[in-house]
């Protein structure tokens, strides 16, 4: 699905789309790259899938109307997976018109994967909560566009850029930078044959111009100290280099303590290797305000700088790939996994592929240390979900965590009654008289989030499926903090055939008076690690 359209016509008018189209299923592309960078082959995440493609936004927005329609056009068409790189603010999910086209498309068998917005890090932030969706984080790659800033004192900041000059490379200049004028809302003749340093308040395309027009020969944006460690790069089309709030502190010292300070940018191109995945400042957070008691988003995927098609620019001199970042850029990477989990397992429900991607997730960086958010600290679930995914254990998992419709309709009854159900559940007539509600806490979701007084304690079921070999066995493992005490039964889960059907209890008391506790459940065979986020919350 893709929204920023201007006109009634299906044809991509804005990019969006066909970025986002090709991240989940384009094919291998020899010598892609944008603006020079990244050069090399690309593809989708499942680039044999075939692509159908709808266009629900127009200049004005997204209708309900629309977006339930290409929802619904999808499923009549036989789509196994949709992407949605779209949505606004939490709101009910009988009003959440997302919702309700992905109700309708999960009781199809359809695997729905959503955005989970662009309005991070604000708490509670987080949209498209659904439990029958995928909702998506987005988090960093190893990959960076770099630009090494070396000062007159031998400091160096590795900034990005996607305004790289071989003309400029390396070569030492003047450095400016105005106390009086930190963001560079004017500058002087004095910047002129200079690299410029200005602080975020306007757009880096502004202050591109600005320097250009003063005289400057190079920008160094520094980032808002909202967005810690994420470099978000845009094109500014004049050489810049963007560096975190942190790294344009030390450069703002060295400027402004030195009578005649100097740097060399060096531009290195595309540099595999830097430390990552870590959330992006722009992922929006839980706690979900419409499913309180499901942990969202579920899970994280690339979404900063990705680099992938664009419009046609045939004629214009532009490239026909552009590099931008974002939940929505993070969706098809997701979407594109599920569609090869089910190429390989043609018959498990969107349940059980959610299942699969979350309880293999990766919640540590590959030398083991915590993934971690914007600033630098570990990432809570309600940033990254369960963590980032890992396509190739999602493919084999070992155990999943299913839900069907009749699930689904039994939670919708607890939580809205009949006027709910016959908002979302469209395409049946449902009594909730005869349905036996099941509560959020009790879904039979990979995650598990409970809400607790101190000195009190809940417990909950959870039902796995065995997928790995017939015979097989795992064993509980629990990792919390020691304010919360966790007791599952049984300790041991036994499998003696394939789509063998287990149940256990998790039993949760919160000792201490923390606000909010993390941990992990993990059911452990000797081939696999079935892996569920806990979190605790004082009620």
Request: negative net charge; charged residues 15%.
């Amino acid at each position: 699905m893709i929204g920023g359209g201007s006109s009634s016509s299906p044809t991509d008018e804005e990019g969006h789309g066909t970025h986002t189209a090709s991240t989940a299923a384009g094919n291998f592309a020899r010598n892609a790259s944008a603006f020079g960078l990244g050069s090399g082959t690309a593809a989708g995440m499942a680039p044999h899938a075939h692509l159908a493609i709808y266009k629900v936004c127009g200049s004005q927005g997204c209708s309900l109307a629309d977006v339930l329609s290409g929802i619904d056009a999808g499923v009549k068409d036989g789509a196994d997976v949709l992407s949605l790189s779209l949505g606004g603010s939490s709101v009910s999910l009988a009003e959440d018109p997302l919702a309700i086209g992905a109700f309708g498309a999960a009781e199809k068998g359809v695997f729905v994967s959503c955005a989970g917005g662009n309005n991070g890090p604000s708490q509670s932030s987080v949209s498209n909560e659904a439990p029958w969706i995928l909702t998506v984080a987005a988090s960093t790659t190893d990959r960076s566009f770099r630009a090494s800033i070396e000062l007159g004192d031998g400091h160096s900041v590795n900034g990005e850029s996607l305004d790289q000059s071989e003309a400029l490379s390396e070569t030492s200049l003047p450095l400016y930078f105005s106390q009086d004028s930190p963001d560079c809302g004017s500058i002087s003749g004095d910047a002129s044959g200079k690299v410029v340093v200005c602080k975020a308040g306007q757009s880096p395309a502004d202050l591109a111009t600005l320097v250009k027009d003063g005289g400057g020969v190079a920008l160094i944006y520094i980032t808002d100290a909202s967005q810690g460690s994420t470099k978000l790069v845009r094109r500014v089309e004049f050489p810049a280099a963007f560096v975190s709030d942190k790294d344009g502190a030390s450069i703002i010292s060295y400027a402004t303590s030195t009578s005649n300070p100097t740097a060399s940018i060096s531009f290195d191109g595309a540099v595999l290797g830097a430390s990552a995945p870590s959330v992006a400042f722009f992922s929006s957070r839980g706690p979900s305000l419409a499913c309180p008691s499901i942990i969202k988003p579920d899970v994280s995927g690339p979404g900063v700088n990705i680099l992938a098609a664009w419009l046609d620019s045939e004629g214009t001199g532009e490239s026909n790939y552009n590099i931008i970042s974002g939940t929505s850029m993070a969706t098809p990477h997701l979407s594109g996994v599920a569609a090869l989990i089910k190429s390989v397992h043609p018959k498990w429900s969107p349940a059980a592929i959610k299942s699969a991607i979350i309880t293999t997730s990766d919640d540590k960086v590959a030398s083991g240390k915590p993934i971690r958010d914007e600033q630098e600290e570990p990432a809570s679930f309600f940033a990254m979900g369960a963590g980032h995914v890992n396509p190739s254990k999602a493919v084999d998992p070992g155990l999943i965590y299913d839900l069907n419709t009749d699930d689904y309709i039994a939670y919708i009854c607890g939580k809205f009654g009949d006027s709910g159900a016959s908002v979302i559940v469209r395409d049946r007539s449902v009594n909730c008289d005869n349905v036996k509600n099941i509560t959020e806490a009790n879904l039979n979701y990979p995650s598990i989030f409970v809400a607790l007084e101190s000195g009190s304690s809940v417990t909950v079921k959870r039902t796995v499926t065995n997928v790995g070999a017939a015979s097989s066995s795992y064993k509980v493992q629990v990792n919390v903090p020691k304010s919360v005490s966790v007791t599952v039964t049984p300790h041991t889960l036994t499998f003696s055939k394939v789509k063998e059907k287990k149940s256990f209890t998790v039993t949760v008391k919160l000792n201490g008076s923390s606000s909010s506790v993390e941990g992990n459940l993990k059911w452990i065979s000797d081939k696999h690690v079935v892996r569920s986020p806990i979190v605790v919350s004082s009620s």
